[in-house]
């Protein structure tokens, strides 16, 4: 079965700080994806960014960037100059068909003024 | 286009009494969601479902959650009779197609006092 870790459970940045949220994740499978969700105080789950297995090429949007390389099983994401307002909780996830998302356990991101 | 909507958003109820969450979907959406979200972990899955049948409802508590979906539109998770280890945030989630990412609402606050 799939597994996602985010190893990092609280993260403290000051304001413009680049920081980089971490996630590893554990598949049998050689389709599936791989999904960012920001989950700001209000509660909602806002979709980010999604990757599916065969495209590596790294991503930008923004301050936001995404780095993901299949030979570590990995997909971190980067946030540069960082802002008050990207204070949030960050969940990485992996999707199979015929499976469900599952989630890791998300990452807390302060970024302080 | 209206994004996926729930209510109540926040509820406090006794152990032992039993409550309703209610979940409208984006429109056109064939697959809905429900999510438990304790606090400091990422979703859980409860139930999914397609349309107006169950695909997977392997982690619901079925001696005290039932959810339904009449109409294959709006749907309902019930709890009965609430524990204390309940007490979660309840998410509700569509998609079209599940690769391209679900869609979330903003969430129930359940507390069981």
Redesign the interface.
Known sequence: AQK?TQAQTEISVVEKEDVTLDCVYETRDTTY?L?W?KQPP??????LI?R?SFDEQNEISGRYSWNFQKSTSSFNFTITASQVVDSAVY?C?H?N?GQ??V????TRLSVLP | EAGVAQSPRYKIIEKRQSVAFWCNPISGHATLYWYQQILGQGPKLLIQFQNNGVVDDSQLPKDRFSAERLKGVDSTLKIQPAKLEDSAVYLCASSLEPEEGYTFGSGTRLTVV
């Open positions: 996602v994806y999904f969700y209000s509660g909602e789950l806002v979709f999604r599916n969940f996830a999707y068909y469900n998302f989630f890791g356990p998300g």
